[in-house]
Nanobody, 123 residues
Framework: QVQLVESGGGSVQDGGSLRLSCTGS?????????MAWFRQAEGKEREFVAL????????IYADSVKGRFIISRDNSPNTMHLQMFNLKREDTAVYYC???????????????WGQGTQVTVAS
């Protein structure tokens, strides 16, 4: 299966921006796939952030990030992005990308995950 690697995490001030990337290697991402971002803050459950169809479109965003985050993808190479604007302390978490076959925000439906990248927002 395709191996996913996230990059772009780091530390920013409240109100700052970051762009996360997720690159797949070792295989081809099927056009029917769903690409998603999830995050997990320390001591909390993994939560949905955003998803997009690999063929493009049909984005869904969590209410907490709507209007501040933008998900996008590049077919060549196999890369997905999460542009994050106006970051808040509550956005601090490890961010994971995932590939699945179901159009769902439920993290349990996704079988292929990256290792995660830390995003820390300081006030």
């Amino acid at each position: 299966q395709v191996q996913l690697v996230e990059s772009g995490g780091g530390s920013v001030q409240d109100g700052g921006s970051l762009r996360l990337s997720c690159t797949g290697s070792g295989g081809r991402i099927l056009s029917s796939s769903i690409m998603a971002w999830f995050r997990q803050a320390e001591g909390k459950e993994r939560e949905f952030v955003a998803l997009i169809r690999w063929r493009g479109g049909s984005e869904i965003y969590a209410d907490s990030v709507k209007g501040r985050f933008i998900i996008s993808r590049d077919n060549s190479p196999n890369t997905m992005h999460l542009q994050m604007f106006n970051l808040k302390r509550e956005d601090t978490a490890v961010y994971y990308c995932a590939v699945g076959s179901e159009y769902t925000t439920n993290h349990k439906a996704y079988r292929n995950w990256g290792q995660g990248t830390q995003v820390t927002v300081a006030s």
